[in-house]
Nanobody, 115 residues
Framework: QVQVVESGGGLVQAGGSLRLSCEASGSIFRVNTMGWYRQAPGKQRELVAT???????YYGDPVKGRFTISRDNGKNTVYLQMNSLKPEDTAVYYC?????????WGQGTQVTVSS
């Protein structure tokens, strides 16, 4: 069994910054790509960013140049540094951890950006 726990969300003014953390624990031998997704009210869940175990990153167009994903392989932890936040970044942010054939998700952390 794998547990995924996100933290770091909150309320911030436009232009501000937040840092999200996600730790995976449990029966984990090796985790390759870890990622962050988000879902705003009334919208589909969308990809924010992913990072492989070797450090290769991918960003969705809306966050390029503002968000940075990183990870600590020894701790099975992935981070999302969010700068220059906009009201349209308001959403519940979810961490995704694929382990073998299974996809594990955290409970989500709310990020609210006020204008």
């Amino acid at each position: 069994q794998v547990q995924v726990v996100e933290s770091g969300g909150g309320l911030v003014q436009a232009g501000g910054s937040l840092r999200l953390s996600c730790e995976a624990s449990g029966s984990i031998f090796r985790v390759n790509t870890m990622g962050w997704y988000r879902q705003a009210p009334g919208k589909q869940r969308e990809l924010v960013a992913t990072i492989t175990s070797s450090g290769s990153t991918y960003y969705g167009d809306p966050v390029k140049g503002r968000f940075t994903i990183s990870r600590d392989n020894g701790k099975n932890t992935v981070y999302l540094q969010m700068n220059s936040l906009k009201p349209e970044d308001t959403a519940v942010y979810y961490c995704n951890v694929p382990v073998g054939p299974h996809n594990y998700w955290g409970q989500g952390t709310q990020v609210t950006v006020s204008s």
